[in-house]
């Protein structure tokens, strides 16, 4: 299965603190995709890295990527309340021209005002 | 900013009941998909669909399932004999290109069945 696995499940931290998420994945992959999902709603797009990228920046988002050890972080610096919600890690497992992802099973972050 | 859509937001329906979940993704994305995420558990996929063909489907995606692209806007699921374990949130997503690989998700369809 292509399926990540997120780590931890969940995480609560105070307002103002850094959150570190990591997932791990099973096989080769030309690109992992973080989303968020805010309770009961659709799963919102945060960000890509290739498989030859490292690291990459969004705001107040970095994601690395470890090809080698097939695993992927996600940090969010600063957080606020407003970031509580789950994150997921996908990678894509389609077979023919379509982007299936494949998604872990989420990491649940409440930020603490 | 496009969205996708999808109607309803919430469909009770008796076992054994047809059930058909309306999505229109974003207006010239090529590739649409449906996802299912059972209360509390990850975000599963279904069936991916491309050219008005399945390119995809999971094992869950079983003979009860099938989806349709009527009128080239919509994007429907159909259930044809809806099962307790059906019950799930589902997610219809659409994708641009095959190269632009962000997927734009809808807000989903919350299915009870009793």
């Known amino acids: 299965s292509q399926q990540g696995e997120e780590d931890p499940q969940a995480l609560s931290i105070q307002e103002g603190e850094n959150a570190t998420m990591n997932c791990s994945y099973k096989t080769s992959i030309n690109n992992l995709q973080w989303y968020r999902q805010n309770s009961g709603r659709g799963l919102v797009h945060l960000i890509l890295?290739?498989?030859?990228?490292r690291e990459k920046h969004s705001g107040r988002l970095r994601v690395t990527l470890d090809t080698s050890k097939k695993s992927s972080s996600l940090l969010i610096t600063a957080s606020r309340a407003a970031d509580t919600a789950s994150y997921f890690c996908?990678?894509?497992?389609?077979?023919?021209?379509?982007?299936?992802?494949?998604f872990g099973t989420g990491t649940r972050l409440t930020v603490i005002p | 900013e496009p969205e996708v859509t999808q109607t309803p937001s919430h469909q009770v329906t008796q076992m054994g009941q047809e059930v058909i979940l309306r999505c229109v993704p974003i207006s010239n994305h090529l590739y649409f998909y449906w996802y299912r995420q059972i209360l509390g558990q990850k975000v599963e996929f279904l069936v991916s669909f491309y050219n008005n063909e399945i390119s995809e489907k999971s094992e869950i995606f079983d003979d009860q399932f099938s989806v349709e692209r009527p009128d080239g806007s919509n994007f429907t699921l159909k259930i044809r004999s809806t099962k307790l374990e059906d019950s799930a949130m589902y997610f219809c997503a659409s994708q641009q290109t095959d190269t632009n690989e962000k997927l734009f998700f809808g807000s989903g369809t919350q299915l009870s069945v009793l």
């Open positions: 996908a990678t894509p497992g389609g077979q023919t021209g379509a982007n299936n992802l494949f």
């Open positions: 890295i290739r498989s030859n990228e």
